[in-house]
């Protein structure tokens, strides 16, 4: 097995630095697994705070798998754009205006550009963009609305930037060892939604709907792709991908999920669906669908069962397109608690969702333990986003269902939700779970490897079973490292993108490992040479 493979190589080297490991003989069948030199080396580190961050910082990361492009952008970058196009900012608002700025002083309006000449003012729009030292006040009461009310303010400042906020995600995830993005966006969204104009939607007539709009869908189609081409080939030319001053974020591999919105007249929800649908399938860089929006919206809540309809529909007609949905975004006390009985279930059993983002409300479901075992039957994965379900639903520590998830063996992964609103990333949310869950290396390691294993990403997975990580056969006893140059690892690789990716993120997690040993290794000689 692989594992024996890595902890005997392990092994040499501990036995070098000092540590001592029991041999790495193959357990037995149903035998307890031999010492992870790994694991007792993190056990070591993280008895020093300071410590602990670099090194989850340091730690390989599968996947983001729930990162909205809009909300992955920090306020100064969009205060700087707002600078170099000209724009104004009502800080009285706290908003960026989207029309440019006129000469000469206007009340109420002050031209972005200025701000670095006041810095309170600049600070203040950037606690108003962002949930930065967020307090609640008579006029901004919860810090649900603050979070979403960030996305109307902030949105002209992006109009024109979508190829450099795709920069700045891509170079992020790099810097916090990210392999792997699925972004959520929506090229296209206003033609397509206005497709609705085009019919009336009456009831479940979906198929009705679908022949009215499915002309204009290969123009929009085209267009959507062209947007993503001008966004990729911009995020190229600022990371200055193919040259020798490439940044990391340019090895960074990332898919779209398109993310329809669900606070719209039904009528142009579902061209965004048939659309989201067509796209997928024209274009191999979107691997699947979401619908977004708060969730306990008046509309979303009031046409949810029909959006779970929409898609189940969509879904039988074409079962090969995958979906994520947002479902149990919600808290007791923000809906009626009849609104918390049946989203994750609709969205599992009626939409056919593959994985759910958010997940919160899942004990207030009806029957919330049989909907537990029957996500776990379908290897049905949660998004966890610890911060985002904190700051707006007020839902953290042991309220959280993380745990409870874990313990129904319902697969879980950690991603950011919108990392820039929320001012954090991906290794805050792996320092977030292992201080508030007590999560040893192994399970930290096993969330790494779940964000691969449920992405989007087409070909046979690199692991043959998940609970524990085993891999297939194929390559169970090649070592970590660069792919194979010949032989069945090698074959199995070839055919599967997905494969290719878990297969780097071993070989990193083998170097990350080995680089925690030792370093583990010198802070116990460190501390045997003061004890003398």
Request: one cysteine or more.
């Amino acid at each position: 097995m692989v594992r024996s493979v890595f902890v005997s190589r392990l092994a040499v080297f501990c036995l070098a630095a000092g540590l001592t490991v029991l041999p790495a003989v193959p357990p037995a069948a149903g035998a307890a697994e031999p010492p992870d030199p790994a694991a007792a080396a993190f056990t070591r580190l993280r008895q020093d705070p300071a410590r602990l961050d670099a090194v989850l910082r340091a730690l390989p990361k599968g996947a983001d798998l729930h990162n909205h492009l809009a909300g992955a952008v920090y306020a100064e970058n969009m205060l700087d754009w707002a600078a170099r196009d000209g724009l104004c900012v009502a800080p009285a608002q706290g908003r960026i205006l989207a029309d440019k700025c006129a000469p000469g002083p206007e009340s109420g309006r002050v031209p972005a550009a200025d701000l670095a000449a006041h810095p309170d003012l600049r600070a203040d729009m950037i606690d108003a963009l962002s949930m930065r030292d967020y307090v609640p006040t008579p006029a901004d009461r919860s810090g649900h609305d603050h979070f979403f009310a960030t996305f109307a303010r902030f949105g002209p400042a992006q109009a024109a930037h979508d190829g450099d906020m795709l920069a700045e995600a891509v170079a992020r995830a790099a810097e916090d060892h990210v392999l792997y993005l699925e972004l959520m966006i929506s090229p296209q969204l206003g033609p397509v939604a206005d497709l609705g104009s085009r019919f009336v939607l009456q009831g479940d007539g979906f198929a009705d709907a679908d022949r009215a709009i499915a002309p204009a869908l290969p123009a929009l189609v085209a267009a959507a792709r062209h947007q993503a081409d001008a966004m990729e080939s911009r995020m190229r030319a600022v990371l200055q991908c193919g040259t020798q001053a490439a940044h990391p974020g340019c090895g960074v591999t990332v898919r779209y999920l398109y993310q329809t919105i669900r606070t719209m007249p039904p009528a142009m929800v579902f061209p965004q669906l048939d659309f989201g649908y067509a796209l997928v399938k024209a274009d191999p860089r979107f691997v699947g669908i979401n619908i977004v929006a708060p969730e306990d919206d008046a509309v979303a809540m009031r046409d949810y069962g029909l959006h779970m309809r929409m898609f189940g529909w969509l879904a039988r007609r074409d079962p090969q397109v995958r979906l994520s949905l947002h479902a149990g975004e919600l808290a007791p006390g923000l809906v009626p608690p009849e609104g918390l009985r049946f989203h994750i279930r609709q969205a599992v059993e009626i939409a056919g969702a593959r994985r759910i983002g958010h997940g919160v409300d899942i004990l207030h479901e009806d029957d919330p333990d049989g909907l537990m075992a029957e996500m776990a039957r379908r290897r049905v994965m949660v998004e966890i986003n610890l911060t985002s379900n904190d700051v707006i639903l007020g839902v953290a520590g042991a309220a959280h269902p993380f745990n409870a998830y874990r313990a129904a063996g319902v697969p879980v992964a950690l991603s950011t939700d919108d990392e820039g609103v929320s001012r954090i990333d991906l290794t805050h949310e792996y320092a977030r779970a292992a201080a508030t869950y007590q999560l040893d290396y192994a399970a930290l390691r096993d969330l790494s490897r779940s964000g691969l294993e449920y992405a989007f990403l087409p070909g046979d997975s690199l692991w043959a079973r998940t609970r524990p990580f085993r891999m297939v056969a194929a390559c169970a006893a090649t070592p970590s490292g660069p792919v194979p140059a010949g032989g069945a690892c090698h074959d199995f690789l070839a055919h599967s993108q997905k494969a290719r990716l878990q297969w780097t993120l071993e070989a990193r997690l083998h170097a990350f490992e080995t680089g925690m040993i030792r370093q583990a290794a010198l802070m116990d000689g460190h501390a045997q040479s003061a004890g003398q």
